[in-house]
C-alpha cells in the first residue's frame, strides 16, 4: 500500500512537470517579447493641419502620403489657400505649419519674430504660356512690358497676330510676390484673369490661345504650358542653383515657434536623403543643399 501511494505521487509530479512546461514559453514569432514582425513605424502619432502656398503643396502631400504610410497613427492633412494664408493661419495658430515662397518679414501684418523658418527647398518660377506661343525667350524688359500692359500682342516680340491674355494671381500669393520682386522688378501687373490655384492658372493657359502667366517648375511639363527663357537663360534647376535664372524663391514651412511631437517630426522627415535627393528633384523643386547661393528676405544674393 505504501509503494503503490509512492509511486502515484512520484507519477503526479512528472506530469506536473510536462504541464508547466507546455504553457511557458509561448514566444511570438516577433521575438522573446511577443512583438509581431514588420509593424510600422510609429512615428510621432496624432494628426496636423498645413495650409499655405499652392507651390509648395504638391510636394508636401506626396511627402505626406509618404510619411503616413509608414507611420500608424499619424494623420497629415495638407491645404492650400496662398502663402498669406499660410502665414495668417500658423500665426493665429489654427494650422500647425504654414507653408509660403515668401519669407514671414515680407508679409505685412505678420509678427515674424513669433514664427520658426524652415527651408525645406527651392522653387523656379518662370513665365508660362501656352503652346501655341512661339515666342520662347523674351528679355527683362518685354517680361516687364508684357506684364505691365504695354505689349499686348505678341507680333511685337517676335510672335505670331495674337492678342497676350494674362492670367494672374492674387496679393495673397506667394509665387505672385516672387514673380513681381525678381521677375518685374518691383512693376505691379495690369489687370487680367485672376486665379488662386497654380493648378487653375496651368489650365487656363493651356485653354487661352495666347495667355501668359507664371507657375512654379514643378507645374511646368512643356505640353500643358511651356516656360519661357529670360535674357537667354532658360527656367532650369541647374541655371536657379547659381541664380543665372533670377526667378526663384525658398519653399518655407513656417511653425508658430519651436515644432514639437508630429509637425517636428514630418519637418525633419522633409529633410531626409529620401525626400530631398528624390521627392523634391522628381517633382520639379530644387533641394535647398544643391544652392551654390543665398538669398535673404531683402532679395540680396551672396
Known amino acids: 500500500m505504501f509503494l503503490m501511494k509512492k509511486a502515484f505521487i512520484f507519477l ?17 514569432p516577433g521575438g522573446a517579447e511577443g512583438t509581431a514582425p514588420n509593424q510600422p513605424e510609429q512615428g510621432a502619432g496624432g ?9 509648395l503643396q504638391p510636394l508636401v502631400e506626396q511627402a505626406a502620403d509618404v510619411y503616413m504610410s509608414s507611420h500608424a497613427g499619424s494623420t497629415i492633412q495638407v491645404q492650400g489657400g496662398g502663402s498669406g494664408t499660410g502665414l495668417s493661419q500658423v500665426a493665429e495658430g489654427t494650422v500647425q505649419i504654414g507653408n509660403s515662397d515668401i519669407f514671414a518679414e515680407e508679409k505685412e501684418g505678420i509678427d515674424a519674430s513669433q514664427l520658426v523658418d524652415h527651408k525645406v527647398a527651392v522653387v523656379g518660377i518662370a513665365a ?14 518685354q517680361l516687364i512690358d508684357i506684364f505691365t500692359g504695354k505689349i ?14 494674362l492670367v494672374n494671381r492674387p496679393k495673397s500669393s506667394g509665387t ?8 518685374l522688378k518691383g512693376q505691379e501687373e495690369a489687370e487680367g484673369v485672376t486665379q488662386d490655384s497654380s493648378g ?17 517648375f514643378s507645374y511646368i511639363d512643356g505640353k500643358t504650358v511651356k516656360g519661357i527663357s529670360l535674357d537667354g537663360e532658360a527656367p532650369t534647376a541647374e541655371n536657379v542653383t547659381n541664380n543665372k535664372y533670377p526667378i526663384w524663391a525658398y519653399e518655407h514651412m513656417y511653425t508658430k515657434g519651436e515644432p514639437t511631437g508630429l509637425t517636428k517630426d514630418f519637418i ?13 528633384s522628381q517633382l520639379g523643386y530644387i533641394p535647398v543643399t544643391s544652392m551654390k547661393v543665398q538669398r535673404d528676405a531683402a532679395g540680396n544674393v551672396k
Do not use: H
Open 12 to 28: 503526479l509530479a512528472i506530469l506536473t512537470t510536462f504541464a508547466v512546461t507546455g504553457c511557458g514559453g509561448n514566444e511570438a
Open 47 to 55: 494628426s496636423i493641419l498645413i495650409s499655405g502656398s499652392t507651390a
Open 128 to 141: 508660362a504660356v501656352n503652346p501655341n506661343v512661339v515666342v520662347d525667350n523674351l528679355t527683362s524688359q
Open 152 to 165: 499686348t500682342n505678341w507680333k511685337d516680340v517676335g510672335g505670331d497676330d495674337v492678342k497676350v491674355t
Open 176 to 183: 505672385r510676390a516672387t514673380f513681381i520682386q525678381f521677375g
Open 200 to 216: 487653375t492658372v496651368r489650365k487656363i493657359i493651356n485653354e487661352t490661345p495666347g495667355a501668359i502667366g507664371y507657375l512654379a
Open 268 to 280: 525633419d522627415f522633409m529633410m531626409t536623403e529620401e525626400i530631398q535627393q528624390g521627392t523634391v
